[in-house]
């Protein structure tokens, strides 16, 4: 391809679910066209073992691959492995790192997110929000005596979960864990399996196994640490060896309500001439520690620990960094890119999807944006439908999709499937909760507003999603049942054919 700006009439930028859902399609819309997707990584996202598990609710494997697989699948796709440099809308032109340039007629922007580092730069700071961070986060667990985890969504949870033969001491700003997914009572129904000495059997794992490969997979591509990788999928830490020096499973105490106030290398430390603490027990008061770290944390609860390392799980940025100079996007609050109902940016021509983008339209009554790899699936297959449309001139509704918030995952083995309004977001004070529990086994909430079921946690395999999610969807009248709703021996889904 000659640098003097080569043209097609899309391009992708970014190699994760988002981006690559996003070329896959317009692959498909448009065989005699090329279809440029440019990304940092040697090694792209894809969704594999695809299952619509019912209207709303989705289940996929996420794959690293070559992405010269995805050339051998769709022909008329063209991989370009750089970042971008810098982005030209005036002139719809992209910069690559290389120092070559691409023009385009349409530009669909899913460069991901990258995670909220609290401190950057140190050594003894991890980041974990893909495979490769998550690599380097095995390597030094195996020397680690004790760690800090910072963050309280999906990752930190499920990190806590996995880590045997660590202290970790789990920091977290909310009054539960897991408070992303859950509320306190199934945060409270969780927690024994943080305790719990010996680890059942895992249940063989459905979706992706992220396999760190031996030295019998030289070949396969990885990218330097200082990339951006894509996000984690689900199952992330499956064939990761979570182990620490210690003979114990299980030893995690939390730390409520607080967060990160400062950090302090050994030596700084030392001369402050402040005490640190052991790991809390339950039998005695916590004791000074004589231990010498390699990193002290001090809490905003005025504690302070030393540990090997600090995980910072504590969300993501969107990355919207190399984008912006010079061109005149508007942001949403948390930073994406504001795209409306057909994945506009403010840029004409100019499409974003995935962690990048912030959803600006008028959303559904019980759907919100959360940057989740399903819904990057699916802005960016519904992103390359508006740009489709656009070219053709046809009109296109909203995707069904965004209806419903709708997702399925697992926490500590159990089954977890959120729908709608869950932790009643945005509701106020203007709705109740009905709960049903069976310890060890099934935690069933449900949120109701003015009689009508507005969103539900369901933890293990209760087989009510498919029945919820229509109840949701059609926003019946349920005063009538009551308690009823949740009783376990009332065949609810008879009710509701």
Partial sequence: MAAGGARSRFAVVGGGIAGVTCAEKLAMEFPSEDILLVTASPVIKAVTNFKQVSKTLEEFDVEEQPSSLLEKRYPNIQVIQSGVKQLKSEEHKILTEDGKEYMYEKLCLCAGAKPKLILEGNPYVLGIRDTDSAQAFQKNLAQAERIVVVGNGGIALE???EIEGCEVIWAIKDKAIGNTFFDAGAAEFLIPKLTAEKRETAIACKRTKYTM???????RPVAAPDELGSAL?????????LKGTKEFSHKVHIEILCEVKQIFLQQEFLQLKRTSLTFPKEEKNVAADDVLWPIYVELTNGKIYGCNFIVSATGVVPNVKPFIDGNNFALGEDGGLKVDEHMHTSIADIYAAGDICTASWEPSPVWHQMRLWTQARQMGWYAAKCMAADTLGESIELDFCFELFAHVTKFFNYKVVVLGKYNAQGLGLNHELMLRCTKGQEYVKVVMQNGRMMGAVLIGETDLEETFENLILNRMDLSA???????PNIDIEDYFD
Avoid at 233 to 241: C, K, N, V, Y
Avoid at 481 to 487: I, S, T
């Fill in 481 to 487: 049942y009551g308690e009823d709703l949740l009783n």
């Fill in 233 to 241: 999928g689900p199952d992330w830490h499956e064939g990761l060896r």
């Fill in 159 to 161: 990190l806590v979960y």
């Fill in 213 to 219: 490969e031996g030295k019998e997979k030289k070949e």
